[in-house]
């Protein structure tokens, strides 16, 4: 499984990014899809993932200004981010469990600014 992700670049606090992830996987469908974030000196961190039926979770920092969605005709899982803060400043990966092993796209950083 391949993970293509787009859409980082830097950002004033406030702003808005949109992140993309494209899946080479052809059962991306039925794929639990997610992003995690990491800042330097810090663990990765959930940042959102949503389930083949749709069923999503947040992680606690972004609930209410991050929003994960996914578009199963383009094995594409999107992360709108808005209201973005300094502290959301990191590498933003993109993820999938496969057959209970967990694959990560390259990663995209994304600055924000004050």
């Known amino acids: 499984v391949q993970l293509q992700a787009s859409g980082g670049g830097l950002v004033q606090a406030g702003g808005s990014l949109r992140l993309s992830c494209v899946a080479s996987?052809?059962?991306?469908?039925?794929?639990?899809m997610g992003w995690y974030r990491q800042s330097p000196g810090k663990q990765r961190e959930l940042v959102a993932i949503i389930t083949p039926g749709g069923r999503i979770n947040y992680g606690d920092s972004v609930l209410g200004r991050f929003t994960i969605s996914r578009d199963n005709a383009k094995n594409t899982v999107y992360l709108q981010m808005n209201s973005l803060k300094p502290a959301d400043t990191a590498v933003y990966y993109c993820?999938?469990?496969?057959?209970?092993?967990?694959?990560w796209g390259k990663g995209t950083l994304i600055t924000v600014s004050s």
């Open positions: 996987e052809g059962t991306f469908k039925f794929n639990t």
């Open positions: 993820w999938t469990p496969v057959g209970g092993a967990p694959y």
